[in-house]
C-alpha cells in the first residue's frame, strides 16, 4: 500500500477563517511533508516532519501551522489566510529523511482563500 | 541558480510517437539522488524512479526508459510510443544532503500534451 490520503479534497475559507487540512499515511513512513503548489509550478516545501518532530520549516508564515499527532497524521492548521495564499496543498510521506528516499504523495487539497 | 533545469516548458507530441524529456542538474556533492515524477491533472504527483549518483546505468520500465550521465550531469526520460494517459507534467528533482536530509529540489516540469 503505498497511499497517502487527504481530507478535504477542495476547501474554500474566507480570510478570518480557521480550517485544517489533514493527511494520513499508513507505510510506516518516519517522514511527512507539507507543500504549496501553485499552478504550473512546482511544489514548494513548506514543512517537513522526522520522527514526528518538526525538523524543517521553510520561513512559512505563522498563519499555517503544521501538527503532527502521531506517525501516521500529518495537520496543517490555517488561521488568517490571505488570497495569494489559494494553491493546492500537497502532502507526502517518505521512509526517512536520509538517503534520498523517493516521497508519496497524497492527491492534494485545492484551496481557496476568498 | 536552478540545480534542476528543465529546459522544455511544454511538449506536444502525436499519440505512438518517442519523446524524450531532459533534466540537467548541478550539484557539487558526490552523494546524490535524482527522481523523476508524474503529476497528471488531478493533481497527485506520483513517484517514477530513483537513482542515486553511484549508480549510471540506465533503466527501461515498460514503455519508459531513463539516461544517466554524470559526465552531462543529465538524467533524462524517454516515453516510447507515447498515449494519451502520458499527458501529464513530468518533474525531474534532485536530492542533496543538507545537514543530513535529502530533501528534494524540484525543476520546473514538463507539460507533456499527447494527442491521439
Known amino acids: 500500500d503505498t497511499e497517502v490520503t487527504q481530507t478535504p479534497k477542495h476547501l474554500v475559507m474566507g480570510m478570518t477563517n480557521k480550517k485544517s487540512l489533514k493527511c494520513e499515511q499508513h507505510?510506516?513512513?518516519?517522514?511527512m511533508y507539507w507543500y504549496k503548489q501553485k499552478a504550473k509550478k512546482p511544489p514548494e516545501l513548506m514543512f517537513v516532519?522526522?520522527?514526528?518532530?518538526?525538523?524543517i520549516n521553510e520561513s512559512v508564515p505563522s498563519r499555517f501551522s503544521p501538527e503532527c499527532p502521531n506517525s501516521s497524521l500529518l495537520n496543517l492548521h490555517l488561521h488568517a489566510l490571505q488570497p495569494e495564499d489559494s494553491a493546492l496543498y500537497l502532502c507526502?510521506?517518505?521512509?526517512?529523511?536520509?538517503?534520498?528516499?523517493?516521497?508519496?504523495f497524497g492527491p492534494g487539497t485545492r484551496l481557496t482563500v476568498t | 541558480a536552478q540545480k534542476v533545469t528543465q529546459a522544455q516548458t511544454e511538449i506536444s507530441v502525436v499519440e505512438k510517437e518517442d519523446v524524450t524529456l531532459d533534466c540537467v542538474y548541478e550539484?557539487?556533492?558526490?552523494?546524490?539522488?535524482l527522481f523523476w515524477y508524474k503529476q497528471p491533472p488531478s493533481g497527485e504527483l506520483v513517484f517514477l524512479i530513483r537513482?542515486?549518483?553511484?549508480?549510471?546505468q540506465n533503466e527501461i520500465s515498460g514503455r519508459y526508459s531513463w539516461n544517466f550521465q554524470k559526465s552531462t550531469s543529465s538524467f533524462n526520460f524517454t516515453i516510447t510510443a507515447s498515449q494519451v494517459v502520458d499527458s501529464a507534467v513530468y518533474f525531474c528533482?534532485?536530492?542533496?544532503?543538507?545537514?543530513?536530509?535529502?530533501?528534494?529540489?524540484f525543476g520546473r516540469g514538463t507539460s507533456l500534451i499527447v494527442h491521439p
Open positions: 507526502a510521506s517518505s521512509r526517512g529523511r536520509g538517503q534520498g528516499y523517493e516521497q508519496y
Open positions: 507505510m510506516g513512513h518516519r517522514a
Open positions: 516532519y522526522s520522527y514526528e518532530k518538526l525538523s
Open positions: 550539484t557539487r556533492d558526490t552523494t546524490y539522488y
Open positions: 537513482r542515486n549518483s553511484f549508480d549510471e
Open positions: 528533482a534532485l536530492s542533496e544532503s543538507t545537514g543530513g536530509s535529502y530533501i528534494p529540489t
